[in-house]
Nanobody, 115 residues
Framework: QVQLVESGGGLVQAGGPLRLSCAAS????????MAWYRQAPGKERELVAS???????NYADSIKVRFTVSRDNAKNTVYLQMNSLQPEDTGIYYC?????????WGQGTQVTVSS
């Protein structure tokens, strides 16, 4: 079992930054893949960014350059640094982990970008 706890969401003005954190209950070295997804109102959940245990990253085209995903294996934590936020980035952001072939989700953290 892996518990994921997100933090760092909130209300920010357009153009501003925000950093999300996701703390995992398992040593993150053992978690092969961690990622951030988001779900905007009325839309399906979509991948934002992912990072492997070896540090290989992948980003959705819509957020490339503006967002950066990173992980600190010593702290069992993955981060999402979001810059130049736009109203269309509004949504619930979920942390995801793939551990031993099983997927786990955090409870989500709300990000609201005002114009």
């Amino acid at each position: 079992q892996v518990q994921l706890v997100e933090s760092g969401g909130g209300l920010v003005q357009a153009g501003g930054p925000l950093r999300l954190s996701c703390a995992a209950s398992k040593t993150s070295f053992s978690i092969r893949l961690m990622a951030w997804y988001r779900q905007a109102p009325g839309k399906e959940r979509e991948l934002v960014a992912s990072i492997t245990s070896g540090g290989i990253t992948n980003y959705a085209d819509s957020i490339k350059v503006r967002f950066t995903v990173s992980r600190d294996n010593a702290k069992n934590t993955v981060y999402l640094q979001m810059n130049s936020l736009q109203p269309e980035d509004t949504g619930i952001y979920y942390c995801y982990a793939n551990y031993m072939g099983t997927t786990y989700w955090g409870q989500g953290t709300q990000v609201t970008v005002s114009s």
